[in-house]
């Protein structure tokens, strides 16, 4: 389950839970979920209030933690403490639902000791049920007099957040900065996630905290967060569905005592880099255990006019329902990957701003169809060379090894658009009769 | 089958093959199909070159037939024959594939006796097979020597059409137009269409041909077709996956001996309607036949900012997968109908330009989310109040009779947005196995 980053020398990650300097975490059942699985998770800044960025759901729909976390960041951009309730996503609430939020931020400013404004708030589950109060009350006060600070809290916090996930999704990564004595100081990145459905790229995420203990303001944390997740979970779809609870939040700990990352300066790009590689690695496991999904899919789009372009229609290649057909089928339909591929559309102006451009710039492309010329594309999959327009179209090849190189838990479907620099990749899976069953038979 | 457009005193349309005056059609089994199924259709204009208007479809990998259409009308506005062949797509064929389908225009030409550049094509079928030509051309000079202006030739011609389609796709409608002589005259307007899969909203139609022996310059029925398919086709969806090929001709053959329809008269209005209510029974007739699909899911805003929006926000619910899914389990689940009308943005600048905005407009609007304030919303599920955002939001409701409702071949969704006077519909269809288990174990 291992990919290649599309650009060498990423940082390389782990799927360990490695708790960071200067964080503490736990994850208690609080009887929320009827399985009495662990359900509410609770992460602290050992040291008082740290700076903190975030990514939300563009949904209508923002649930009550969506609005009450946009509200208390942007107050200071900083935080203290992150809680998530694990069963019942609090939104179509209404105002019942904020003021029941805003009473989770009390509970968890009282057990843990932190001003109200500094909690982040995170939650998952059914849509249109109110929060259980008296268990969160109990399973936050268990949470905060459990909270540890070694990789078992974290662990137990990323448990905490899961919903369908059949596993727990964690990614951890280090790199080396100068510390102010001079001497080489070891930063630690890491991430947790939840989400196997309702997943489709849209400042898309679903839940998802990254801890650092590096130093940075929020600003920075910012400037980091937004393009790394434009290219990460934005890339990732499971059924074309964007959640109303959908939050990534970045918090830096400054617990390594190495001075603040500067935008501009190696170490920013050290940190940005680890960040990008957290959430690529969390985005492909969220895409790999997508509901009743089978096969990771990954399309990896070289050569097009810019990476926007690349970007665009690598996702509409991993979110064309027949092509996750074609797949979940062992079917090596390259006429199905052609056709979505040109369908592909540059996304939403707030993607495009997020990836670096204007308003004025992202507005225009957000009105144009993705560059492709038919008479120039290359298609492969899973190495295989299957179309190649610049000689003809389609190319013999050897059907059953193909349909035997599409068994592996990983298909990788690779375009080169031969018009110019731009590189992306996007996340899916394929499209099976559990997925439709998963949906019609149970109400989520 | 049967809801009422949301606009009264919309035309009556009858789903039954009527030739309009001034056409020929014939539809012939040439062994394209493996099955031997018809294969080849053939209309043909009785008195000679007639105006015509069309809407294709955006695919940067638009097959042959769509660029020599695009070519052909480019030049006069005017068609003489549309030829269709069923179960190759010609598309992703490259330089070959357009010099078949030149080929295929010379053998119409030749077999029906009209000018080459008056030749209208369409094909659909499987993408990266190039055509057989000399079974295409028995086909066609056996689809000329059949040519029949009753309605029988006009039903074999629909028949021809069909690929996977379930059964056969037909519409027509009436409206009285003053004569030259100042009588009253019926005019006819009949559709035929097919489609099941790979169909998706933009400009997206599959193969439609409308006939009408009314007479209107090119420039009125373009004016007059491109509204009509953003209200009807391009708020039709299946899969999310919009093909090479999809294509609607509107030919006009004046056969009726009224005068010209001007822009901006009665005669105009009658038309406009009568074109757009033959579109409208079209997409639904495919979407309930949509590619493993049980029910036909409507959704109907009202009270949306603008008309707009609230086909946004119609198409971005039918389109839900998770909402698809549960309208295949009779499942009542408003919240992901609210998380799907959350989700929706407004389409590409090319559709909104069709529905009459300028392109400075349309690129404004095509950044921007669809107006929709969860406080104010209202859902209702086959006729049953689910939600009220005005009044704590979710209401109770009879869960078992929602159920039972929903067995219904046709589910409405009615969303009322108010904060305007905008409304618009879309139609689509439950998500079943089935859809999986035909798009994954087979090649099409």
């Known amino acids: 389950m291992t990919l290649a980053p599309i650009h060498a020398g990423q940082p390389v990650v782990e799927r360990r839970a490695v708790m960071p300097d200067g964080f503490r975490a736990a994850g208690v059942a609080a009887g929320i979920k009827a399985s009495g699985r662990p359900d509410v998770a609770l992460i602290v800044a050992s040291g008082g209030a740290v700076p903190a960025a975030a990514v939300f ?50 509970i968890v400013s009282a057990a843990a000791g932190v001003a109200e404004p500094d909690v982040l708030h995170l939650s998952t589950g059914l849509i249109g049920t109110r929060l259980p109060l008296d268990r969160v009350e109990a399973g936050v006060t268990a949470a905060a007099a459990a909270l540890d600070g070694s990789d078992a809290g974290l662990l137990a916090a990323a448990e905490a957040f899961r919903t369908t996930d059949s596993v727990v999704k964690v990614a951890t990564t280090t790199f080396e ?6 001497s080489s100081t070891t930063i630690r990145v890491s991430g ?10 849209r400042m898309a995420t679903m839940l998802s905290v990254v801890l650092t203990d590096a130093s940075a303001s929020p600003e920075t944390l910012s400037a980091i967060l937004r ?9 990732l779809t499971v059924d074309g569905d964007t959640s109303t609870n959908d939050t990534v939040f970045l918090l830096a700990s400054g617990a390594s005592g190495t001075s603040p990352v500067v935008l501009g300066t190696p170490a920013e790009a050290a940190l940005r880099a680890a960040v990008e590689a957290v959430a690529r690695d969390l985005a ?18 070289r050569g097009a006019r810019d990476d926007a372009s690349a970007r665009a229609i690598a996702r509409a290649v991993v979110a064309s329902s027949l092509v996750k057909a074609a797949v979940h089928g062992r079917d090596p339909n390259w006429g199905r990957i052609a056709g979505a591929a040109g369908n592909a559309r540059l996304a939403e102006a707030e993607i495009l701003e997020a990836a670096g451009l204007s308003a004025a710039e992202a507005a225009r492309l957000a009105a144009s169809p993705a560059e492709l010329d ?5 298609i492969s999959i899973a190495g295989t060379a299957v179309f190649d327009g610049a000689n003809g179209g389609p190319l013999p090849f050897d ?46």
Request: glycine content about 10%.
């Open 57 to 106: 759901t563009p949904n209508r729909f923002a649930a009550a933690p969506v609005r009450l976390s946009r509200s208390n960041l942007t107050v200071s951009g900083m935080a203290s403490a992150v809680v998530c309730t694990s069963g019942c996503a609090n939104a179509a609430t209404g105002a019942a639902g904020l003021a029941d939020q805003e009473r989770v931020g009390r």
């Open 177 to 182: 900065l100068a510390s102010d004595s001079g």
């Open 192 to 201: 947790i996630a939840k989400g196997v459905g309702m997943i489709h790229p």
């Open 227 to 235: 393009p790394a997740a434009a290219r990460t979970w934005d890339q």
């Open 284 to 301: 492909r496991q969220q895409a790999a255990d997508g509901e009743g999904a089978t096969t990771l899919i990954t399309c990896v789009a």
């Open 374 to 378: 038919p008479d120039r594309l290359r």
């Open 399 to 444: 059907r059953s090894a193909v349909r035997s190189a599409m068994a592996a838990p990983e298909v990788v479907i690779s375009l080169d658009l031969d018009l110019g620099d731009g590189d992306g990749e996007a996340f899916g899976c394929d499209l099976t009769e559990t997925y439709v069953i998963e949906n019609s038979e149970y109400t989520t």
